[in-house]
């Protein structure tokens, strides 16, 4: 059974920093790209990064480019979002997303997996 | 980036009946190279993470009842719910996902009338 299971969520204050965790497992960690994915209290839900599947690559939606930075330690089946320079706008539940396998020359899959999320809560 | 806009914001449907959601991108999703459509739909109930009904625009993900299908292509797509059963209470969002940043739709919030 596939899980994720993220953690690090938490009260800051505007200009904090904090790291959430996402533990994976149920299947092959290392062969997915992986995502995170917000949803402000009551609101949509907004793309935040992914990173593919040996870490090689990364992107990040314009609203965190330069604050965020995605991470994944193969080894420890888990992937990581440090989140700098936090702002009020930033507060949200945060969820870390698997993305359909593919492979090769693949780049792009709807979401088959999300984690139950956790809250970031950002005060000024 | 594209613009993804669900219609509409919210919708009362009888058990039993029909209920229709729409979505439209504002450029096309499909990709000539493999004639795929890179659009999913996602079913979240209250105080739960989002579930993937339906990707490709029309494939079924696995253990996903067949009340529910997927329509569409280029830019127009529909989900339908041919029988509403009082657990499809939820919000649907639909998403692109040919190339970040990955958009969603704003969200169909499905009531029983």
């Known amino acids: 059974e596939v899980q994720l299971v993220e953690s690090g969520g938490g009260f800051v204050q505007s200009g904090g920093s904090l790291r959430l965790s996402c533990a994976a497992s149920g299947f092959t960690f290392s062969s997915h790209w992986m995502h995170w994915v917000r949803q402000a209290p009551g609101k949509g839900l907004v793309w935040v990064s992914r990173m593919n599947s040996d870490g090689s690559t990364t992107e990040y939606a314009d609203s965190v480019k330069g604050r965020f930075t995605i991470s994944r330690d193969n080894a420890k089946n888990t992937l990581y979002l440090q989140m700098n320079s936090l702002r009020v706008e930033d507060t949200a539940v945060y969820y870390c997303?698997?993305?359909?396998?593919?492979?090769?020359?693949?780049?792009?899959?709807?979401?088959?997996?999300w984690g139950q999320g956790t809250l970031v809560t950002v005060s000024s | 980036d594209i613009v993804v806009t669900q219609s509409p914001d919210s919708l009362a449907v009888s058990l039993g009946e029909r209920a229709t959601i729409n979505c439209k991108s504002s450029?096309?999703?499909?990709?000539?190279?493999?004639?795929?459509?890179?659009l999913a739909w996602y079913q979240q109930k209250p105080g739960q993470p989002p579930k993937l009904l339906i990707h490709w625009a029309s494939t079924r993900q696995s253990g996903v009842p067949d009340r529910f299908t997927g329509s569409g292509s280029g830019t127009d797509f529909t989900l339908t719910i041919s029988s509403l059963q009082a657990e499809d209470v939820a919000v649907y969002y639909c998403q692109h996902y040919y190339g970040t940043p990955y958009t969603f739709g704003q969200g169909t919030n499905l009531e029983i009338k």
């Open positions: 450029q096309s999703v499909l990709y000539s190279s493999n004639k795929k459509d890179y």
């Open positions: 997303v698997k993305m359909v396998y593919c492979s090769g020359d693949c780049y792009d899959r709807a979401f088959d997996y």
